[in-house]
């Protein structure tokens, strides 16, 4: 069969980590275009994997009719006008998360792919992750019963550490980003929470601060309390000031036993029994900034197109997880515990 031809909005770190190459690796795909404000690094990508470099996505749509797909790896205000941009033109779209910056931009982002008949997918990585795809199979067997009490928890050091341009990057302008930490890292456990327990948040309860980045208004820290349909409770931590011992980990306890995932190097799912069995499972890190693993994410995107299978990490499932971290800043904000 032919391959994909995929093209890519903004070449700084998501991109160039992990888009391009992936896209690269994948026998399926064709990279033909890259697009950045930044044209040097669009150029250094066509350079690097072929294809043509263009300063701006409306001219690379205007002129690359043939593209297929599109990753859409830009700051969060520009999501939701490329993503519908690209959508009307007939492309299938991968956006980075958060997906938009409000439900209404998720919305149009949803139905503009319908409209065109095109497939639209959010970069929730953490659900493709082995140590969460495990702990997920575990959940579902059954055998630890009922989710009762739950934390879940993201920090490192800061995109300062990550992006392209440092501390000057666009995470700390408000305009462009939107929202800081949760955007970046708390919105990947509220998508991943609502997976793993296939449950939905009812209440939210969030305190959300700019704790120690400086020259900044963006939030740097949050802790939320959450309450799912199921009735579980527990807390969603996102942060960028764990400058030692970074966390990515989720604790479930049940009615049978506890599981956590990611709080052990090298065990990276346990399993303790009220019985007094305890089971460990290694199977593999999770990606992290120092050390990238592929996610999972590009691969998923371009079987979906070549199967005509449309995502399971859709729109509407990317709305949802937006959803909890938007009200948790109308907490923030109200002192009010918000109801989903």
């Given amino acids: 069969m032919s391959k994909i031809k995929v093209a890519v909005f903004g070449c700084g770190a998501i991109a160039q980590r992990r888009h391009i190459p992936e896209y690269a ?5 064709e990279l033909v275009a890259f697009a950045d404000p930044v044209v040097e690094r669009a150029q250094e990508m066509a350079e690097m994997y072929g294809g043509k470099a263009y300063s701006s996505y409306e001219e690379l749509l205007a002129n690359e009719t043939t593209v297929d797909a599109v990753s859409v ?19 299938h779209v991968l956006v980075e998360k958060p997906m938009a910056v409000s439900t209404e931009e998720g919305e149009q982002m949803i139905e503009a792919a319908k409209k065109n ?5 959010v970069g929730h990585n953490q659900r493709l992750m082995p140590p969460h795809v495990k702990a997920k199979e575990i959940l579902d067997s059954g055998r630890l019963g009922k989710v009762l009490t739950f934390r879940t928890a993201f920090g ?3 995109p300062e550490g990550w992006s392209l341009d440092g501390a000057g ?8 980003a939107i929202m800081g930490a949760m955007g970046d890292l708390g919105v990947h456990k509220s998508d991943f929470i609502r997976y793993l327990l296939n449950d939905e948040v009812s209440e ?15 939030d740097d820290n949050a802790t939320c309390l959450l309450r799912m349909k199921s009735g579980a409770i527990g807390t969603l931590v996102a942060s960028w000031t764990q400058y030692r011992g970074g966390d990515n980990s989720t604790v479930l306890w049940c009615e049978n036993g506890v599981m956590k995932i990611g709080t052990v190097d090298g065990d990276e799912v346990i399993v303790e029994l009220t019985n ?4 460990t499972y290694k199977v593999g890190a999770m990606a992290t900034n120092e050390k990238q693993v592929p996610s999972g994410v590009i691969d998923a995107f371009v079987e979906s197109i070549v199967t005509k299978t ?12 937006l959803q909890v971290i938007l009200a948790a800043f109308e907490s923030q904000k109200t002192g009010q515990i918000i109801k989903l």
């Fill in 310 to 321: 449309p995502p399971t990490i859709s729109g509407e499932e990317g709305l949802r997880s």
């Fill in 156 to 158: 490192h050091p800061g």
């Fill in 276 to 279: 007094g069995t305890v089971e």
């Fill in 117 to 121: 008949g095109v497939y639209l997918m």
């Fill in 204 to 218: 939210v309860a969030g305190f959300i601060s700019t704790l120690h980045k400086e020259g900044t208004d963006v």
């Fill in 25 to 29: 690796a994948n026998e399926n795909v």
């Fill in 169 to 176: 990057s666009w995470f700390f302008r408000k305009e462009e």
């Fill in 73 to 91: 790896c830009t700051p969060n205000y520009l999501h939701a006008p490329m993503s519908i941009a690209a959508a009307n033109a007939g492309k």
